[in-house]
């Protein structure tokens, strides 16, 4: 069952990601006329990037996920991802340098590039940021299967 809950939400995180992704990249050169790009004009490098950011949002809804189980309640959840999602941890990376290996900042070159600030390169980032997913995920499963099940 728990797996099952896990596939649904991320595919529709996927989904979501991609679709919502891809829209606004639309809209935005659709708006922006002359000066913005045509369909011909898309790069590879621009199509990758909505790959990497429909990927964060599914590592991310599977961590929320995870964390909602092992709290049992979605509260906690917003107080431990919202700080993450909005990049609050970037601000403290010059001081504390091992932050970067925390799924926001691990993941946040999948969004966009972030260039001399000493964050993870896009693939290792994201290695990084799938590890704390199945990191959560396990924990969630276990817990959850000794906690609400009787296992």
Known sequence: MLAAKFIVIAL??????????????????????????SLGE??????????GVAV?????????????ILARTFIVTLVVLVPLV?????????VIPALKF??????????????????????PGGFVMATW????GVASWLIFRR???NG
Do not use: C, M
Not at 12 to 37: D, N, Q
Not at 105 to 123: F, K, N
Not at 133 to 136: G, H, P, R, Y
């Open 56 to 68: 964060n949002y599914t590592l991310i809804g599977l961590i929320a996920a995870a964390v909602t």
């Open 12 to 37: 529709l995180a996927l989904l979501v990601g991609i679709i919502a992704t891809g829209t606004a990249v639309l809209l935005k050169h659709a708006v922006l006329g002359e000066h913005g790009l």
């Open 147 to 149: 906690r609400d099940t």
């Open 42 to 51: 898309f790069t590879a490098a621009i199509e990758w990037n909505l790959v």
């Open 86 to 94: 909005l990049g609050l941890t970037i601000s403290l990376l010059g």
């Open 133 to 136: 997913t199945v990191l959560f």
């Open 102 to 123: 925390l799924p926001d900042l691990a993941g946040i070159q999948l969004l966009t590039s972030y260039p001399g600030i000493g964050l993870l390169d896009p693939i």
